[in-house]
T-cell receptor, first 116, second 115 residues
Framework: EAGVAQSPRYKIIEKRQSVAFWCNPI?????LYWYQQILGQGPKLLIQ????????DSQLPKDRFSAERLKGVDSTLKIQPAKLEDSAVYLC??????????????FGPGTRLTVL | AQSVAQPEDQVNVAEGNPLTVKCTYS??????LFWYVQYPNRGLQFLLK??????LVKGSYGFEAEFNKSQTSFHLKKPSALVSDSALYFC?????????????FGTGTRLTVIP
């Protein structure tokens, strides 16, 4: 079974530039998550989709971050404009169920963003 | 509010010795608890989870964890450490009562197994 795919793996940008990350979840997984992992910290949820609808985006800095999951499969996360403090690893995860809190989340390899 | 504490940033253990990585949690209701491992430049890999039932949970690669409700702990253990177990370990909690799916992660514990 193929895992969660993410691209690019690494990205370096200047502050105030924009950047986009792509995620393809495990086939058949209804729920998709984006996490931000700052160096030395655990991952923090940014947004959760169930199919193509947003379940939780309370921690997403909406003035600069946006995300979409068209057709309930792939997802993109965008930052515009980027700030220095956005330097982090952005992890995408997916889980099978539709709202089941016992679900296991499976993570992709992440995108390491460096903002200069 | 949900939170997880991993009191040790670093754990060193000799190869072949038992290892323990500590985790304590705080939730308003009953918890679902998870352990993940992260290798360099890789995403998080699922090890095991506690949902209900037997307090001792067995997972991947010979790891196990014991849920202790009175101590609000979920320590990760392995009887005999391998050098390949060296990685960053994360404990995570989800509050059963809220029904939310998002996980709250600890800050991670770096395990080094010394040959």
């Amino acid at each position: 079974e193929a895992g969660v795919a993410q691209s690019p793996r690494y990205k370096i940008i200047e502050k105030r530039q924009s950047v986009a990350f792509w995620c393809n979840p495990i086939s058949g997984h209804a729920t998709l998550y984006w996490y931000q992992q700052i160096l030395g910290q655990g991952p923090k949820l940014l947004i959760q989709f169930q199919n193509n609808g947003v379940v939780d985006d309370s921690q997403l800095p909406k003035d600069r971050f946006s995300a979409e999951r068209l057709k309930g499969v792939d997802s993109t996360l965008k930052i515009q404009p980027a700030k220095l403090e956005d330097s982090a690893v952005y992890l995408c995860a997916s889980s099978l169920g539709v709202g089941g809190s016992t679900d296991t989340q499976y993570f992709g390899p992440g995108t390491r963003l460096t903002v200069l | 509010a949900q939170s997880v504490a991993q009191p040790e940033d670093q754990v060193n253990v000799a190869e072949g010795n038992p290892l323990t990585v500590k985790c304590t949690y705080s939730v308003s209701g009953n918890p679902y608890l998870f352990w993940y491992v992260q290798y360099p430049n890789r995403g998080l890999q699922f090890l095991l989870k506690y949902i209900t039932g037997d307090n001792l949970v067995k997972g991947s690669y010979g790891f196990e964890a014991e849920f202790n409700k009175s101590q609000t702990s979920f320590h990760l253990k392995k009887p005999s450490a391998l050098v390949s177990d060296s990685a960053l370990y994360f404990c995570a909690v989800r509050d059963r009562e809220t029904g939310a799916n998002n996980l709250f992660f600890g800050t991670g514990t770096r395990l080094t197994v010394i040959p």
